[in-house]
């Protein structure tokens, strides 16, 4: 396991994750820097202490994906609602497929006009792309989708 595709494939979000690399803020990094491979987190670009440190390419880079892959729930955006019921149909859609989700509402244009917000956890973004095409869904597509 030595790509980002493999922390992908293990349900972790994306943008929380750069590989042999330190390029961004606010990201979890496996990176050789002058010496051992290290797991650090970068905060506003600058790296913080290792977490983890080794020789070893095997033991840094499985460090590193159990890290980014088990210490984190990893959110994945799979409906964004004006409508709460369209918001509730597809949670009742993904608990027909046996697919866990939770829901959020955020101001948009201001608390008189929220959004509503599914998510799924993890691996079970693999589910919902087996049921959906295309994500995340939103009030256009209830007729289609839904």
Known sequence: ?????????????PLIFA?????GSDVFCLAQQDGPLRVFSTERGKADAPIFESTNEVEACESYFNYVTTKFRHNHLVGYYASEQNAIALELQLTQNGIQSHRDKIPYGGWSAPRYRVFVVGKDIFKARAVW??????????????
Do not use: F, H, T, Y
């Open 133 to 146: 095409d295309e994500l995340p869904l939103n009030d256009c597509c209830v007729e289609r989708k839904i």
């Open 1 to 13: 396991m030595n790509s980002s595709s493999d922390c992908w494939q293990r349900g972790a979000v």
């Open 19 to 23: 590989l042999v690399m330190m390029d």
